[in-house]
């Protein structure tokens, strides 16, 4: 679920703000504990070290689920946050979406979905 891919996350004060785009958002629901840490991994990995544009993958044998993240922009907000719009793919054993999304990078250089 969703929230639990969030669940670690902190509030951060900052000037930007953002939506899920794009996609059934009902799809994280079908996603297992394993499927959000995979994912939850791949995309602190990628936001922190994959240029804009570079897609990583995941999958999870067990579940038959699996997805991408790719950066698409990079910027600072007026606060001094890197903050980066990201493209989330998910694929699920009964369903294929895509998701337009922002995060932002914290103190401890954490990337947290705003």
């Known amino acids: 679920m969703r929230t639990r891919l969030l ?3 902190l509030v951060l004060p900052l000037g930007a703000c953002a939506a899920i785009k794009g996609g059934d958002p009902d799809v994280y629901g079908t ?3 394993q499927d959000v840490s995979i994912a939850a991994r791949l995309m602190q990995q990628t936001l922190e070290g994959a240029p804009d544009g570079t ?10 689920h ?6 698409v922009r990079t910027y600072v907000t007026e606060g001094g946050h890197f903050c980066r719009d990201y493209r989330e ?3 699920t054993t009964s369903a294929e979406e895509r998701f337009l ?4 990078r914290t103190e401890d250089a954490r990337w947290v979905w705003i």
């Open 89 to 91: 793919e998910l694929a």
């Open 66 to 71: 699996g997805g991408a993240i790719t950066p």
């Open 101 to 104: 999304h922002t995060a932002c």
């Open 31 to 33: 996603l297992s504990d």
């Open 7 to 9: 669940a670690a996350a």
């Open 55 to 64: 897609t990583r993958r995941w999958s999870n044998d067990q579940t038959g």
